[in-house]
């Protein structure tokens, strides 16, 4: 069975750079859509982005400028880095994984991880 | 930017059907995923493709997409049901969810 696991400093300073990396076990890297989406506490789901294991990346509009994604297959990871931060980043962030066979539904998510926008 | 249009909330006694509806401009046109997310907890894929199921997820569950809405339903609610529910669909290569659906069972 996959699953997810997502890691990273739950802490980061405004305007510093967040960064995350999800691990996938239980299974291959290859041939998914790998997504990020974040929730700020008592909201709704926000989605940051995807990439393909080819590397092929799309990215929220409204993030765009700010958001950059890389995958690693052969540890079977990918990452997100999402620069200038500020309080209206603190969120629990989500890896999720999206199947082309399921017209990109995400099947299975991470537990999440809090990260925090503070000085 | 595509919006999908979700009621806030959902109420519903046990035993009977919960319609959790996600309006969007000719959503008919585009595949709709639903989510269900519990307090703490990640969200699970409950409906893809409008219509269909991930293994494991009850019969009770069902969907339907036409028009300018998509509709989750749920037969026979049980208090385990109890959620926020997210309707998603792909526009332009970029995932949008709606605002969520708090569903509670009476």
């Known amino acids: 069975q996959v699953q997810l696991q997502e890691s990273g400093p739950g802490l980061v300073k405004p305007s510093e750079t967040l960064s995350l990396t999800c691990t996938v076990s239980g299974g291959s890297i290859s041939s998914y859509y790998w997504s990020w989406i974040r929730q700020p506490a008592g909201k709704g789901l926000e989605w940051i982005g995807r990439?393909?294991?080819?590397?092929?990346?799309n990215y929220n509009p409204s993030l765009k400028s700010r958001v950059t994604m890389s995958v690693d297959t052969s540890k079977n990871q990918f990452s997100l880095k999402l620069s200038s931060v500020t309080a209206a980043d603190t969120a629990v962030y989500y890896c999720?994984?999206?199947?082309?066979?399921?017209?990109?539904?995400?099947?299975?998510w991470g537990q999440g991880t809090t990260v925090t926008v503070s000085s | 930017s595509y919006v999908l249009t979700q009621p806030p909330s959902v109420s519903v006694a046990p035993g009977k059907t919960a319609r959790i509806t996600c309006g969007g401009n000719?959503?008919?046109?585009?595949?709709v995923h639903w989510y269900q997310q519990k307090p703490g907890q990640a969200p699970v894929l409950v409906i893809y493709?409008?219509?269909d199921r991930p293994s494991g997820i009850p019969e009770r569950f069902s969907g339907s997409n036409s028009g300018n809405t998509a509709t989750l339903t749920i037969s026979r609610v049980e208090a385990g049901d109890e959620a926020d529910y997210y309707c998603?669909?792909?526009?332009?290569?970029?995932?949008?969810f709606g605002g969520g659906t708090k569903l509670t069972v009476l």
């Open positions: 493709y409008d219509s």
């Open positions: 000719n959503i008919g046109s585009k595949s």
């Open positions: 998603q669909v792909w526009d332009s290569s970029s995932a949008v």
């Open positions: 999720a994984r999206g199947v082309i066979t399921m017209i990109n539904g995400m099947d299975v």
């Open positions: 990439i393909y294991t080819s590397g092929s990346t």
